[in-house]
């Protein structure tokens, strides 16, 4: 079983800075592909920013320069650090990782629960 764990959401001033966190738990060989996407009311659910495990970084362009994503591989941690933070970035933030749990199966798409993003001055 494969557990994806989220925190550091909360509120924050515009302008502001939060760090967010998903954790990975569970049976995993390895872990082909670990992202953030949030959705705000109303609204799609967008990717934010992702890494692959060849290196490859995606983020969106509403992100770019504020946003930054990385790894922590010995704890099976992905980090999303945001900065100067705008209102419309308001939005519940998943985690979302595409794993391996045994050498000879497929990968399957996990995602978190969710943590809310809320900017308020």
């Known amino acids: 079983q494969v557990r994806l764990v989220e925190s550091g959401g909360g509120l924050v001033q515009p302008g502001g800075s939060l760090r967010l966190s998903c954790a990975a738990s569970?049976?995993?060989?390895?872990?082909?592909?670990m992202g953030w996407y949030r959705q705000a009311p109303g609204k799609e659910r967008e990717v934010v920013a992702a890494s692959s495990d060849t290196g490859v970084m995606t983020d969106a362009e509403s992100v770019k320069g504020r946003f930054t994503i990385s790894r922590d591989n010995a704890k099976n941690t992905e980090y999303l650090q945001m900065n100067s933070l705008k209102p419309e970035d308001a939005a519940v933030y998943y985690c979302?990782?595409?794993?391996?749990?045994?050498?000879?199966?497929?990968?399957?798409?996990?995602w978190g629960q969710g943590t809310q993003v809320t900017i308020s001055s």
């Open positions: 569970g049976t995993i060989f390895h872990i082909n592909h």
């Open positions: 979302n990782a595409n794993i391996m749990t045994d050498q000879c199966d497929l990968s399957v798409d996990y």
